[in-house]
């Protein structure tokens, strides 16, 4: 009965778009997507988001999502489409560049998740790394970023960047977070939308045309993704780091240029990447709380008139210095102080302070 329900939407939407835009097909298209998916389960992003960040290879555990589901507090479960190393968290059929290089893998079925995680009336973020992508990079180099005898350019840490200018490199991307959104996943967030940070940037070489400067290219490729990703009312997001609304970084990750297109920003404002002496701090990472004050100002400043929801990542990890419970409350402390839209915990291993995901008293 559903199905036959749904069907008859499907077709009656089709037929009124038909109607009304004169035979545009894409139009068509997107809304049966959008009226397939309000079929499905969904969930409105929470007022306060409290959530955490779960790898594919964590997700790849029996019970593991619903070990962190039962978390008490939690609403938001982050959970990676494609990771720092190129991986694709699953094996996606519209995307057969990805099943090619041997980025896909059946770490999760993406409808199963999306069906769990809202089960438990919880919102799911689906990450999608983007530029850095050691996998297409190698597999295809004429999609990475180059030295200047034409070899793939290789972070510090050994790894390949695609190319921020190529619009094929945006399409690989946008397909895969087009397939999760399908699947169920309420929000794509993207991470390390920019352009390269670490390693010898003065051998980099950019192929091709660059249709507009660094500043205007990550904007340009946000609207790409949120015209795709809107109409299937998938709300979309990105990472920025912590410094960027502070000053310019040199990376092409302005705030206000993104804010514009997405729904969310995420500053990631970890204490321990602040050098001594920001924010006129003699150590930021002994002042979690101040710190992470300090750079939310910027960022209000920086997204003010924008209708962007702000809400940061906060440290949750031991870097410099072990990280206490009370070293994570201090930074929720001054994330509710500044009305921000929540929070999520970065811990790379998966491991929490649980007590910092529940609700204001």
Do not use: C
Not at 141 to 169: C, F, K, M, Q
Request: charged share 20%.
């Amino acid at each position: 009965m559903a199905v036959a329900v749904l069907l008859a939407l499907a077709a009656g939407i089709t037929l009124g778009a038909r109607t009304v835009r004169g035979g545009n097909d894409a139009q068509a298209e997107q809304a049966v997507q959008a009226a397939m998916r309000q079929q499905a389960s969904f969930v409105s992003v929470p007022r306060e988001i409290r959530g955490v960040h779960v790898t594919m290879s964590l997700a790849s555990l029996r019970g593991k999502l619903q070990q962190y589901l039962a978390l008490p507090g939690l609403n938001t479960i982050e959970l990676d489409v494609k990771d720092e190393d190129g991986r694709v968290g699953f094996v996606p059929r519209s995307v057969p560049l990805a099943r090619r290089t041997g980025a896909a893998g059946p770490f999760y079925n993406p409808r199963r998740a999306a069906r769990l995680v809202h089960s438990h009336g919880a919102y799911l973020i689906g990450r999608v790394v983007t530029f850095e992508d050691p996998v297409l990079a190698e597999k295809h180099p004429e999609l990475a970023i180059h030295t200047s005898d034409g070899s793939v350019w290789r972070t510090s840490a050994g790894l390949g960047w695609t190319n921020p200018y190529d619009r094929r490199v945006w399409r690989y991307n946008v397909d895969l977070a087009v397939a999760a959104a399908k699947a169920g996943f309420d929000e794509i967030q993207f991470d390390y939308v920019r352009f390269p940070s670490d390693g010898d940037l003065s051998l980099i070489r950019y192929p091709g045309v660059h249709p507009q400067p660094m500043k205007w290219t990550i904007p340009a490729f946000v609207q790409y993704a949120s015209k795709r990703l809107h109409p299937l009312g998938t709300r979309v997001s990105v990472d920025v780091f912590g410094l960027s609304a502070t000053r310019d970084l040199g990376i092409g990750q302005l705030p206000r240029r993104v804010s514009r297109y997405v729904d969310a920003v995420y500053p990631m404002v970890y204490p321990s990447h602040y050098s001594p002496g920001e924010y006129n701090l003699p150590d930021p990472n002994a002042a979690p709380g101040r710190t992470v004050t300090y750079s939310l100002l910027d960022f209000q400043t920086a997204l003010e008139g924008r209708k962007a929801r702000l809400t940061p990542w906060l440290q949750d990890f031991s870097l410099g210095r072990t990280y206490t419970l009370d070293d994570v409350r201090a930074q929720i402390a001054a994330t509710r102080a500044q009305h921000t839209h929540g929070y999520l915990l970065w811990n790379a291993e998966g491991l929490y302070n649980a007590p910092a995901l529940l609700p204001p008293a």
